[in-house]
C-alpha cells in the first residue's frame, strides 16, 4: 500500500507567511485589513498569498460589502492530517516488524 502526502498542498503552507495566516483564520474569520494589521505584512504581498491560499482551497472568500472576508477550510487541513497520519502509522509497523530491506 502506497501512502502519499499532497506534497503541493504541503508546499503551499510551508511559507511562514502562508501559515500564519492559516493560524490566524484558524481563530476567526478575518477581512484583508484584519490581517494585514496582525501579520504587518504589506496588502499586496498578502493579496497574493491569500491568493494562493485561495488556489489551493484552504481558504474561502466572502464578499461583505467593499471588504472580503476569508475563513478557513478546515476538511483541507483534515485531509492532510489523515494523510500523515497514515504515514505515521506505516512507519510504526514498519518499524515494529524492523522491516528493512538488504543492502546489495
Known amino acids: ?5 499532497d506534497t ?3 508546499r503551499v503552507l ?3 507567511l502562508r501559515m ?3 493560524s490566524l483564520l484558524a481563530r476567526e474569520t478575518l477581512c484583508t485589513t484584519h490581517l494585514v494589521e496582525e501579520t504587518g505584512a504589506k496588502q499586496t504581498n498578502l493579496s ?5 491560499l485561495r488556489d489551493a482551497g484552504v481558504v474561502e472568500t466572502e464578499p461583505c ?10 476538511e483541507v487541513l483534515d485531509q492532510l492530517a489523515e494523510q500523515f497520519t497514515r504515514l505515521a ?3 510504526r509497523v514498519n518499524d515494529a ?6 543492502c546489495p
Not at 48 to 52: E, S
Open 1 to 5: 500500500m502506497l501512502t502519499s502526502v
Open 8 to 10: 503541493d498542498l504541503v
Open 14 to 16: 510551508a511559507d511562514p
Open 20 to 22: 500564519q495566516i492559516v
Open 48 to 52: 497574493n498569498h491569500l491568493k494562493v
Open 65 to 74: 460589502g467593499r471588504f472580503t472576508y476569508y475563513r478557513l477550510r478546515p
Open 89 to 91: 502509522s506505516l512507519a
Open 97 to 102: 516488524a524492523n522491516s528493512k530491506r538488504a
